[in-house]
C-alpha cells in the first residue's frame, strides 16, 4: 500500500493470485459443510425409518399375541375350542365352535403367508382366504393343543424380534 501526497489517495496492490485462491478454499468449506449436513439429514431420515419399523413390527406382533389370548380366554368353555390343521396352509389353527341363532359356526384362527387371519364360517366347514380378514402380519404362528396338560402353547413372533410364546391352561374339562 502506498501512499502519493500530491493526489490524496491510497493506491492499493493488485492480489489477482491470493483473492482467487481464498475464494476457492471458502467454496470448498462451504461445499464440505453442505455434504457433511445432507449426510446427516439422511442418517437421521433412515434412524427415523428404522425405528418406525421396528416399533409397527412389535406392534403387530402384540396385536396378533393378545387376539388369540383373549379368544382363548373368551371361550374357554367346555367344547369350544379345539385345535387342528387347516386346510390352506396345512398348520395348526386355533377353531372355536360358537351357536348362533340355533347353527353352529366355527371361527378359524390360522396362519398364511405372513399374516394372522380370522374367518367365520358353518360347521363343518373349512375357511378360505378370500372369506378371511387379515388380523395382523406376522411371520411365525404355531399352536397345539396339550392334552397330557390340558392347556394350549402358542408361539408368535416376527423377523428380528422377541418371539411370544405362553401356555393358557385350560379351565373347560
Known sequence: MKRDPDSGY?????????????TL???ILLILLGAGCFSLAVSAVGAYQRIYAAK???????????????????????????????TISGNNALVIHEKINDKI?????????????EAIVLEDEYPEVDISQPIARIDLFEINLSEEDQGIFI???????????SFFKLRSD
Not at 403387530?60 to 367344547?79: C, N, P, W
Not at 359356526?105 to 387371519?117: C, P, Q, R
Request: glycine share 8%; hydrophobic share 30%; net charge negative.
Open 155 to 165: 408361539k408368535a413372533g416376527i423377523n428380528g424380534h422377541k418371539t411370544y410364546d
Open 10 to 22: 491510497i493506491e492499493l496492490k493488485q492480489n489477482k493470485g491470493r483473492a482467487l485462491i481464498e
Open 105 to 117: 359356526y366355527d371361527t378359524w384362527i390360522f396362519h398364511y403367508d405372513g399374516y394372522l387371519y
Open 25 to 27: 478454499a471458502s467454496m
Open 56 to 86: 409397527e413390527s412389535t406392534s403387530e406382533l402384540r396385536i396378533a399375541y393378545s387376539f388369540v389370548t383373549t379368544k382363548i380366554r373368551q371361550y374357554d368353555i367346555s367344547g369350544c375350542l379345539e385345535v387342528k390343521p387347516d
